[in-house]
């Protein structure tokens, strides 16, 4: 087997990676996490949710599994912990592993929950967490953070059966176990769940002073600030270049049942206001539905971000994951740059990340 710190030499041999202490000090951990992959035999079949209820229980009568759990791997924003995480998926030999944002997968999760409930499941929980277990062996979750009551309260149980399945998790976030859902409604119901993580998990920080993203060559302007009449004219010419002067019309998705509009629409270039994507009640699910039906997202009038605009704050960050996630190509006007929209109060931790991300976007090669 081809460890984690075997590939990371070679990126750094081949030039593709700078070399980093703090990065190298945690690729031992991400190798245990794969050397306890496959102590169980990984059960064969189709997608959990497509055979939720279409067949036995793959894994039936199997007693659960002890050992290591896998890895929490946390710190700063741009310290290059998705990146480990790439190539942790990369030296594992399981074919029985998947990659997914949280965001993503808690939908998916969602979805199984009702299914469950519809066919009569009292405990909606454990065949949705047992599915998963029959189909993976090694599951790995980029940035993993908890802002939502209805997903603190479940995903301690899935967590827990997950590793009774001998299921291995690599999991990245930019707090501390003891900082997640800090503050949350009702957090006292959510310690266990830390208490599970610290336990059956190994704990590494990565502690880089270094935001890799930043170092990034940023292309032709993308984020124009502030957005006054000379940011909307630079916007209008650059719609007009991407869609050869066609005239815009809106385009509908159909969101688990509701429909959501983009303003303005032509071959795979969407824009709109930060009002339109941000002002309305949305979730993560709409979120992916714009970014997997776009290529390049236009944003008008992105404003300064606060605990006056909290809810709206949050649902930028949510489309900030589901965009940066997809490599969709970001064009903004906004009130100021990326790392000066929100400054202080509360939320203004996690939207370091969001930051981050925005001027690693604008690199002349992202997207492609």
């Known amino acids: 087997m081809t460890g984690v ?10 030039g593709r990676i700078a070399d980093d202490p703090a990065q190298r000090a945690v690729l031992p951990a991400l190798d245990r996490a ?23 229980n793959a894994r039936e009568g199997q007693a659960a599994v ?17 990146m480990l995480m790439d190539l942790a998926m990369a030296a594992a030999t399981t074919t029985a592993r998947r990659r997914v944002h949280f965001h993503a997968f808690m939908q998916e999760v969602q979805a199984g929950l009702n299914e469950a409930r519809r066919a009569g499941a009292q405990d909606a929980v454990r065949p949705v967490a047992e599915h998963i277990a029959a189909e993976v062996r090694l599951l790995c979750f980029d940035e993993m953070q908890i802002t939502d009551i209805a997903d603190a309260m479940i995903v301690g149980r899935l967590f827990q059966i997950l590793f009774d399945h001998g299921v291995v998790l690599i999991t990245t976030s930019n707090r501390a176990p003891d900082e997640l859902y800090k503050n949350g409604l009702n957090r006292d119901l959510f310690l266990p769940f830390i208490d599970l993580i610290k336990t059956r998990m190994e704990i590494a920080e990565l502690a880089s002073p270094r ?5 990034r060559q940023a292309g032709s302007q993308v984020w124009f600030t502030p957005a ?60 992916l539905a714009i970014a997997a039906a776009v290529r390049v997202l ?46 202080e109060g509360e939320g203004a931790f996690e939207f370091e990340r969001t930051a981050s991300r925005l001027a690693e976007m604008q690199a002349a090669d992202w997207g492609s």
């Open 5 to 14: 710190i075997a590939l990371y030499d070679q990126a750094v041999a081949a």
């Open 34 to 56: 794969l050397a306890a992959v496959g102590r169980t035999p990984p059960a064969a079949g189709e997608g959990w949710l497509g055979r939720l209820f279409g067949g036995g």
């Open 66 to 82: 002890p050992g290591s759990g896998g890895l929490y791997l946390w710190g700063g924003v741009g310290r290059g912990k998705s």
């Open 211 to 215: 935001d890799h993203r930043q170092d």
């Open 228 to 287: 006054d009449a000379a940011a909307r004219a630079a916007m209008d010419a650059i719609w007009a270049r991407l869609t050869h002067g066609a005239p815009p019309r809106p385009k509908t998705l159909s969101v688990q049942g509701r429909d959501l509009v983009l303003p303005a629409f032509h071959e795979g270039v969407a824009r709109a206001s930060f009002w339109d994507l941000c002002g309305q009640p949305r979730g993560p699910a709409d979120y």
């Open 298 to 343: 236009m944003i008008d009038s992105i404003p300064r971000l606060s605990a006056a605009n909290f809810n709206e704050a949050r649902r930028f960050v949510t489309l900030g994951d589901a965009l940066y996630e997809a490599r969709v190509r970001l064009i903004a006007s906004a009130a100021d740059l990326p790392d000066r929209l929100y400054l």
